[in-house]
């Protein structure tokens, strides 16, 4: 359960037991741009609850149960959505019963449109000052993982990788004298050993992902060619695309026309080759990743689509946040550092569902003039 993001629809739900009232603020509130969900007892409410909602319009006698009770339920459920009561008539008691019960207003039946637009209004601007506060926290949580994550990574990766390139020598040296025994003594040895190469392999790649998050370096932007850029991407990743049996492609003229990026090449190839390889992991077999480009203003919006799944809505701007991973090998480093990159260039990363149902990675960056 949840409210809606501060730029989505604002959703509405109407708990009225008077089904000619009902429709009316149904027709009222649709025309306003809500999106409405009505009920007309308690326990249908709360059932309608699960389905989220920003803001309940609560009448105060319901046939079921009192309306004050009904708003702390329904507060105890979706802490950051708001309550408004809806009272035939309007005493000190009523007000003070609203307030206790956690509404953040009441009106008075029959109310007049524009207050109770009015009146709403000013409870979702209540919601989205929760929302950006919430927004907020979640900010200054990620910044300070952050910063642990750079003061202790740096120092302990070299403590690993020291041990594990010396490890990963050593099986070279043995993977060497294994071949060169007789042929059918080989396979009992070399599969578990090429086993412990592969994980020391993939140990290191984690460490790396590590150094790089403790290692920001300065910014050295260069004009970067749009369309080389990402004709570098999909040659790269060509051989990783048919390996997975997956049709890599980029769209049109790949940005021929466009000016150059402002920003370093490398580091923006590595973005790029970041979230096309999370495409082709994403896609199944005999699907497709797209990478597109299109002029906004002064800004290329690069697009990384495929085939996948999509990214559920509620772990949207949560892929971003460093160590979240959905997969088993995952270090959920990937996305955070590319981001940071991302934001050195004074560009922007946004993920979205495309209605083909996979995700569209969207990167923004500045163009030079
Ligand atoms: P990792 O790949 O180690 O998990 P990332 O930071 O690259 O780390 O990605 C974080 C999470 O974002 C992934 O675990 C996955 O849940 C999600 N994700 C990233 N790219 C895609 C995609 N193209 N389709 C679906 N989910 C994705």
Redesign the pocket.
Known sequence: MSTSSPHSVPRVLVVEDNAAFLDNLRELLDDAGYRVTGAVSCREALDRAEAGFDVALVDLRLPDGEGTELARDLKDRVPEAEVVLLTGFATVETAVAAVRAGACAYLMKPCAPSELLLTLEQAMRQVRLHEEKRELARRAQVAEKLAAVGSMTASLSHVIRNPLNAAALQLAVLERRVRRLAEEQQPALLDPLLLVRDEIRRLDHTLE?FLQFARPRGFRPEPVEVKALLRRVVDFLGGKADERRVRLELEGDGGAALPPLRGEEERLRQVLI??TL??L???PEGGWVRLSVAREGGLACIG?E?S????PQD?QER??EPF????D??????????QSIVMQHGGSLQ?VNAPSG??R?LLRLPLLP
């Open positions: 992902d970041h979230l999370n495409a992991e994403a896609s990384v495929d996948g799944k999509g990214v772990i892929v971003f979240f991973t959905t997969k090998e995952g270090s959920g480093l990937g996305l955070s550092i590319v993920v996979g995700a990675f």
